[in-house]
């Protein structure tokens, strides 16, 4: 659903810009079916990540006994989307505030 809203999205700004654009002056666009060589590379796939309070991590994370089943089934979902697992770090706010006991 994302990729087909950031489509639309796309899309209609573009036609907005080529039509105010068109008001103006008129242009010739050309487009290739090809990535020109001197073009950009693309995001890397690794790119997403999520962040998790430090608060909460034992929610959203479980234990081994016990995962959360809801947090394995988003970045499984996430990573079904991107090809890769998303890296997760803990929010900054409470990691500035929390005291780790070591057991």
Do not use: C, W
């Amino acid at each position: 659903m994302l990729p087909l809203l950031l489509a639309l999205f796309t899309a209609s700004t573009f036609s907005a810009a080529l039509a105010a654009a068109s008001e103006s002056s008129s242009a010739i666009i050309s487009l290739t079916r090809n990535v020109p060589a001197d073009a950009s590379s693309s995001v890397p796939k690794d790119f997403g990540s999520i962040s998790i309070e430090y608060a909460f991590f034992a929610d959203y994370g479980g234990n081994l006994s016990h995962p959360t089943v809801f947090s394995i089934n988003l970045l499984s979902n996430v990573e079904k989307l991107t090809g890769v697992m998303p890296m997760v770090r803990a929010g900054v706010l409470q990691e500035l505030r929390s005291t780790v006991l070591e057991a």
